[in-house]
């Protein structure tokens, strides 16, 4: 069952996704050469406790740390450490979540590490982010969830890549509904699957994470032997973006983006819900 708000949920929902906003800007800001994952994973907290939120990721499914801390060739779940530090020339995906009063956010970036990046690199970060968006402008009344992974993947799809080839959309892992539990119905995959038909209809109340992670190779992933860091089988890098969206009667808003996604859904020629926090 998909789980539909009310606006006066949703705008609990966007409480907690303020606060995951708030924990990407600190995040992004430490994220330098030299630090430690686990330094970004303290600072998530001291985040988190000072906006009086609970954290979503430590502890789902036993994962012991505050956020994911994605390195590289990491596609995703990375975990935070003392022995991964920081080097100028990394990207790194950080994704992390937040509960307030039981409701929850979910968003995840991709930041560049000092400087120097070879073009490839800002390019893959560039093309992943604006899925996205484009997958968020597809969030529409009368619209399926199909419309979300076929915008995602059309997106991809018509950006050439440096050097050639195809970018390789992750398969194994995608978006979700958002609300009450950090993963809900329905699944959203970043592309189409014609088997599994066109999913649910969009209607106001429906809240979900849509979340493309894009390599420069395949789109295989395996998992390492901490049954929890998932990493390209080619040793391709990859970026990952994500935020948490709900739909409502007056449109879009994206709950995790400090200015509801305005001024990224405008130039798509969409119009945002009023924010209910102000």
């Not at 994973?41 to 740390?65: I, M």
């Not at 009063?101 to 690199?121: I, K, M, N």
């Not at 305005?262 to 926090?277: C, N, Q, R, S, Y």
Request: aromatic share 6%; charged share 20%; proline share 6%.
């Amino acid at each position: 069952m998909v789980q539909i708000k009310s606006p006066e949920q949703i705008a609990k929902m966007r409480a907690a996704g303020l606060v995951v906003a708030a924990i990407h800007a600190a995040t992004r800001e430490a994220a330098v050469p030299g630090a430690r994952t686990k330094d970004l994973d303290e600072v998530a907290r001291k985040v988190l406790a000072e906006h009086n939120a609970k954290p979503n990721f430590l502890g789902y499914g036993g994962f012991p740390a505050t956020i994911c801390t994605s390195v590289n060739e990491v596609v995703v779940h990375g975990i935070p450490s003392e022995d991964v530090v920081l080097k100028d020339g990394d990207i790194i995906s950080i994704d992390c979540g937040a509960i307030v009063d039981g409701w929850h956010g979910d968003a995840a970036y991709t930041a560049f590490v000092g400087s120097g990046h070879a073009p490839e690199l800002v390019e893959l970060s560039r093309v992943t982010e604006e899925s996205m968006w484009a997958g968020i402008a597809a969030m529409k009344q009368g619209n399926r969830l199909v419309d979300i992974s076929r915008a995602v993947e059309t997106y991809i799809r018509r950006q050439p890549k440096p050097g050639g080839g195809r970018y390789g959309i992750i398969e194994d892992y995608g978006g979700h509904g958002i609300g009450t539990e950090m993963h809900m119905d329905p699944h959203l995959l970043n592309y189409v699957d014609r088997r599994r038909g066109k999913g649910p209809k969009l209607v106001p109340g429906i809240c979900l994470a849509i979340e493309p992670m894009v390599s420069l190779g395949t789109a295989k992933t395996r998992v390492l032997e901490d049954d929890w860091t998932v990493i390209t089988t080619d040793g391709t890098w990859s970026s990952h973006w994500e935020h948490s969206v709900a739909l409502t009667e007056q449109g879009p808003l994206v709950l995790t983006a400090p200015d509801g996604g305005k001024a990224k859904l405008a130039e798509h020629g969409i119009t945002t819900a009023p924010d209910p926090l102000g």
